[in-house]
């Protein structure tokens, strides 16, 4: 099967602490987004990569850093430094262009 | 900022009737897209209509765009329970630098409920 997987789907983190979300697609998509989204709210994005070695930073990356090391792969991690991490985090692809993004199940961080 | 806003923010309807969502962007758009997402889940593609399309149909949607009013609106006919989730309009703007090149910039999305 063709998709998106984002794992865990339930994180806990305590104060401090670096955490590292896993997003990984076998679409075979070039470009891929990692967002967050806060109750009764739209998505923001964090870092986006539209080629392997390759990120940018979206509207929201203080706090967070990316890899993207293999095509298939795209992981997030959420730093100490950032203020407020308790969110749902979803991870997208696509492909090249002004198309359709797919997206992950997510993973709901909860900083203790 | 988000370059999408919806309106309206919650809708509620009963079974078998029409449910129309709206969305305003800002700037020039290359294309304007419509997801939904159910609670706690992530979200699902719906349609896609270009800059130099009017309207698009996909089965019990039908999607506007009027481009001189940077405005769209999703209209979900015979609705059912089934429909119940958020909607979120998201808009791909032009840059000519290209750097924002296949970033969606999402509204805040429309809490649809429909009641059987």
């Known amino acids: 099967d063709g998709g998106i997987t984002q794992s865990p789907k339930y994180l806990f983190r305590k104060e401090g602490q670096n955490v590292t979300l896993s997003c990984e697609q076998n679409?075979?998509?070039?470009?891929m987004y990692w967002y967050r989204q806060d109750p009764g709210q739209g998505l923001r994005l964090i870092y986006y990569?539209?080629?392997?070695?390759?990120?940018q930073k979206g509207d929201i990356a203080e706090g967070y850093s990316v890899s993207r090391e293999k095509k298939e792969s795209f992981p997030l991690t959420v730093t100490s430094a950032q203020k407020n991490p308790t969110a749902f985090y979803l991870c997208a692809s696509s492909t090249a262009g002004y198309n359709e993004q797919f997206f992950g199940p997510g993973t709901r961080l909860t900083v203790l | 900022s988000q370059q999408g806003e919806e309106d309206p923010q919650a809708l509620s309807i009963q079974e078998g009737e029409n449910a129309t969502m709206n969305c305003s962007y800002k700037t020039s758009i290359n294309n304007l897209q419509w997801y939904r997402q159910n609670s706690g889940r992530g979200l699902v593609h719906l349609i896609l209509?270009?800059?130099?399309?009017r309207e698009k149909h996909s089965g019990r949607l039908r999607v506007t765009l009027d481009t001189s009013k940077k405005s769209s609106s999703l209209l979900i006919t015979a609705s059912r329970a089934a429909d119940t989730a958020s909607y979120f309009c998201a808009t791909a703007f032009l840059n000519a630098g290209g750097t924002s090149y296949g970033k969606l910039t999402f509204g805040q999305g429309t809490i649809l409920t429909v009641h059987p």
């Open positions: 209509i270009r800059s130099n399309e």
């Open positions: 679409l075979n998509h070039d470009a």
């Open positions: 990569s539209q080629i392997v070695n390759d990120f």
